[in-house]
C-alpha cells in the first residue's frame, strides 16, 4: 500500500477511487506485482473486483501486458480469465489491443495496436479461457489481430484447434476481409492455408474480401486472391458493383470491365473518384474499356477524377484520345466547369 500511496498508509485496499477502480485493481494495472502479492495475501481483497465499466483487475493487466500479474491472477481460483466487461470484452480482447470503436480504421489506431502476446500465450495456455470470445460487434480475437497486423498473434491463434478462423462479426465480415482491406499479406496468406477459411465470403452487404482489398487498391491482395483460382472476381454486392474487374490486367480475362454497378458507375469511375491512379490505369490497359462510360448521374470517370481532385486520374484520363472532357452531368456541369467552380486551379490548368 505504502508503495503504492506512499501519502496514504492507511488507506483501504477496497476503497473505491473517482473512476470506480480499486486500490488492487489500480495496482494491477500498475503492473506493480509486490503491491498485488502483498494486497493478495492480506485476504480481504477482492482480487476480481469490477470497476464501473465491468472491467476486472486481470483486464487492466491483460490490456497492459503486465504478465507477472496476469500470471499472479490465473493462479487464482477465484479470478474469471473470461470475465467481460460492459462492452463484452475479455482480458483475452484486451491483451490483442486498444478498443477505440467496433471498426477503427485511422493508421494511428492501428500503430498503437501492438498487442501483448506473452499475455495472450499465459491465457490461452490456461484450461478454461475461451479463444473465440464475441467481442464489439461480435468480433472475435483473430478478427481483431488479423485487422491490426498482428501476424504472429494470427499465427499463434492458428495453431490451435479451437479458433475459428471464418467466424463472422454481426455485418458478416471475416477475419480475411479485414486483412484484405488492410493490405495485411502476410495474415492473409496464413489465414488461407487454413481449410475452412471461405475467400468468397460474403458480408451483410453482399462484399467479398476481394472487393474490399479492390475499392482500397490493394494491388498486392487482389492479385494473391485471384491467383487461388477459387475466388469469384465476377460477385455483385448488394448494390450490384464488381469492384473487382481491375484484376483483369493480371491476366483474369474471363472479368467484364465495363461491368457497372446499379447506378452505372464502372470500375473506371471507382478508381477515379477514389483518386486510385495505379487501379485506374489497369482497365485501360484493355483497350475494350469504354473511358466516358456515365452513370446514373451523367458523371464520367473525367467528371469523378475532377470532383476528387485527383490530378494524376485526370491527367491518365486526358491522354487518352478517346475521352471527350466537354460531357457534362444530367445537371450539365463539364469537368472544366466543376474544376473551376470549386477553384481547383492545378484541375483548370490541366483541363
Do not use: C
Amino acid at each position: 500500500m505504502v508503495e503504492l500511496f506512499p501519502e496514504q498508509e492507511d488507506i483501504e485496499p477496497d476503497t473505491i477511487m473517482e473512476d470506480g477502480r480499486t486500490v488492487f485493481l489500480f495496482a494491477a494495472e500498475l503492473g506493480n506485482e509486490n503491491s498485488v502479492k502483498l494486497l493478495l495475501k492480506r485476504g480481504d481483497v477482492n482480487p476480481d473486483s469490477v470497476d464501473r465499466g465491468g472491467r476486472t483487475p486481470i483486464s487492466f493487466a491483460a490490456g497492459e501486458g503486465r504478465e507477472s500479474v496476469v500470471k499472479l491472477l490465473l493462479e487464482r481460483g477465484d479470478v474469471d480469465p473470461n470475465s467481460s466487461d460492459n462492452n463484452g470484452r475479455t482480458p483475452l480482447l484486451f491483451a490483442v489491443g486498444p478498443f477505440l470503436g467496433p471498426k477503427a480504421h485511422t493508421r494511428s489506431t492501428f500503430s498503437s495496436a501492438v498487442g501483448h502476446e506473452g499475455v495472450v500465450k499465459l491465457l490461452l495456455e490456461r484450461g478454461g479461457v475461451d479463444p473465440n470470445p464475441p467481442g464489439i460487434s461480435g468480433r472475435t480475437l483473430l478478427s481483431f489481430a488479423a485487422e491490426w497486423g498482428q501476424e504472429a498473434l494470427v499465427k499463434l491463434l492458428l495453431q490451435r484447434g479451437d479458433v475459428y478462423p471464418n467466424t463472422s462479426d454481426y455485418d458478416g465480415q471475416t477475419p480475411l476481409s479485414f486483412a484484405a482491406a488492410r493490405g495485411e499479406e502476410g495474415i492473409v496468406k496464413l489465414l488461407l492455408t487454413q481449410s475452412d477459411v471461405d475467400p468468397n465470403s460474403l458480408d451483410g452487404n453482399g462484399r467479398t474480401p476481394l472487393s474490399f482489398a479492390a475499392e482500397r487498391g490493394q494491388e498486392g491482395i487482389v492479385k494473391l486472391l485471384l491467383e487461388r483460382g477459387d475466388v469469384d472476381p465476377n460477385l455483385l454486392d448488394g448494390n450490384g458493383r464488381t469492384l473487382l474487374s481491375f484484376a483483369a490486367g493480371r491476366g483474369q480475362g474471363d472479368v467484364d470491365p465495363n461491368s457497372s454497378d446499379n447506378n452505372g458507375r464502372t470500375l473506371l469511375s471507382f478508381a477515379a473518384k477514389r483518386g486510385r491512379e495505379g487501379v485506374a490505369k489497369l482497365p485501360l490497359e484493355l483497350g475494350d474499356v469504354d473511358t466516358d462510360s456515365p452513370d446514373s448521374g451523367g458523371r464520367t470517370p473525367l467528371l469523378y477524377a475532377v470532383i476528387t481532385r485527383a490530378p494524376g486520374v485526370v491527367k491518365l484520363l486526358l491522354g487518352r484520345r478517346e475521352v471527350n472532357p466537354n460531357l457534362s452531368d444530367n445537371d450539365g456541369r463539364t469537368p472544366l466547369f466543376s474544376a473551376a467552380w470549386r477553384r481547383y486551379l492545378d484541375v483548370v490548368n490541366l483541363l
